[in-house]
């Protein structure tokens, strides 16, 4: 309801408190969670489900969270992590994270659905890839000096975004998305909305709007424009540019398509050529 709404958004931060990212694949996530690691006073852990182990209970996971966050045996002065809640986090005690942490929340997603969701089929090719092409470990990411081979084993030509797809956009993604926010307003946490869209217009503000909301002072004076590169990270490069008439081989059959279903959001989503957000 808007009353829950505005009081998780006015809540007041007591200074510097570690932050959790929820977050979804395709989402972008990885540049943003990679551009807080790169900040020589942050320790940020991209999908921090990676510690933990198949015999841990729910309460040992909610345990290494919380460990993670509060311990003194890291220097660092910031620290977070990000998590998809619903995909590795559904028996995570959340209530009992943020209340012995002390932790804030941040909700980052992408917008762009149908950017989103060609991004995830694409990222499914570049798992078939050479290994000295990508990274490993699954996520579908191009190792940069891929770029260098796009014509030759590493090239992952054009994705073909068929019906069934199409069919797939409102359960694959905007209730996932909004699942995350209905997750965030179940908890009586402080939480900020970051988009994909607004940190490739500005890295500089988002990071400064992240670094006030959890009391993370560094962040407004740090040097963010040079260490970005238009939504690439030091690490991996994107995979899929933002004109998708230059990735989809049937792009034009996929906007009739759209038209004749009157999916006019759709249509501005798959035209956009920008950093817009929906």
Avoid at 204 to 221: H, I, K
Wanted: charged letters at 30%; proline letters at 4%; hydrophobic letters at 30%.
């Amino acid at each position: 309801t808007p009353e829950i709404w505005n009081k998780a958004r006015t809540s007041t931060l007591k200074e510097n408190r570690p932050i959790v990212v929820f977050k979804r694949g395709g989402s972008g996530s990885t540049w943003f969670d990679s551009t807080l690691a790169n900040h020589p006073d942050i320790k940020f852990t991209h999908e921090i489900q990676k510690y933990f182990r198949s015999s841990d209970t729910p309460k040992d996971k909610t345990d290494v969270l919380v460990d993670y966050l509060t311990t003194p045996k890291f220097q660092d002065k910031y620290r977070g992590f990000s998590i998809s809640p619903s995909k590795h986090g559904k028996d995570i005690d959340w209530d009992d994270v943020f209340e012995r942490s002390g932790a804030a929340l941040v909700v980052f997603m992408r917008t762009n659905v149908v950017k989103r969701r060609v991004g995830m089929i694409r990222k499914g090719m570049v798992v078939q890839l050479p290994k000295k092409c990508r990274f490993d470990g699954g996520g579908g990411h191009l190792k940069p000096q891929s770029i260098s081979d796009r014509n030759g084993d590493c090239d992952i030509g054009k994705t073909r975004f068929g019906e069934e797809e199409l069919d797939r956009l409102d359960g694959s993604c905007w209730l996932q998305t909004w699942g995350m926010l209905e997750m965030a307003l179940s908890l009586d946490v402080p939480f900020q909305v970051i988009t994909f869209e607004g940190t490739q217009q500005s890295i500089s503000n988002t990071m400064r709007d992240v670094g006030l909301f959890a009391g993370w002072d560094d962040l407004a004076t740090y040097d963010w424009e040079g260490d970005t590169d238009g939504g690439d990270t030091q690490t991996t490069v994107k995979v899929t540019p933002e004109d998708l008439g230059s990735v989809l081989s049937n792009y034009e059959n996929l906007e009739s398509e759209m038209k004749d279903r009157d999916l006019n959001c759709y249509i501005d989503m798959l035209r956009a050529v920008d950093e817009q957000t929906f």
